[in-house]
């Protein structure tokens, strides 16, 4: 089993910056990808981004490309999610997940997860 905490989640302007956190610990050598999920209120869940351990690949969003930064710190078990420039639609609860096998169908940003956190809300305003 993994087990994933996420913290780090809170309120910002539009604009601004926020940084999640997520510790990861249990079987995490069976982990072939970390990341992070948001869902907004009445509507699907959207995979944000992720990292292959394999290479060390990251795929995002289009809808976050070039305001969010993911990254790990193995030494640690610790996957952070770097937000900048927050728009009010970043607004949702933000998820930490991993998994062992990430089979995909339309994003590598999107793959299946098996682990998840408990989520942690982020709410941007205007």
């Known amino acids: 089993q993994v087990q994933l905490v996420e913290s780090g989640g809170g309120s910002a302007q539009a604009g601004g910056s926020l940084t999640l956190s997520c510790i990861v610990s249990?079987?995490?050598?069976?982990?072939?990808?970390m990341g992070w999920v948001r869902q907004a209120p009445g509507k699907e869940r959207e995979g944000v981004a992720t990292?292959?351990?394999?290479?060390?690949?990251?795929y995002y969003a289009d809808s976050v490309k070039g305001r969010f930064t993911i990254s790990q710190e193995k030494a640690k078990n610790t996957l952070f999610l770097q937000m900048n420039d927050l728009k009010p639609e970043d607004t949702a609860t933000y998820y930490c997940?991993?998994?062992?096998?990430?089979?995909?169908?339309?994003?590598?940003?999107?793959?299946?997860?098996?682990?998840w956190g408990q989520g942690t809300q982020i709410t941007v305003s205007s």
């Open positions: 249990g079987d995490t050598y069976k982990n072939t990808c």
């Open positions: 990292i292959y351990s394999g290479g060390g690949s990251a």
């Open positions: 997940a991993a998994g062992d096998v990430c089979l995909y169908d339309d994003s590598p940003a999107s793959p299946d997860y098996d682990y």
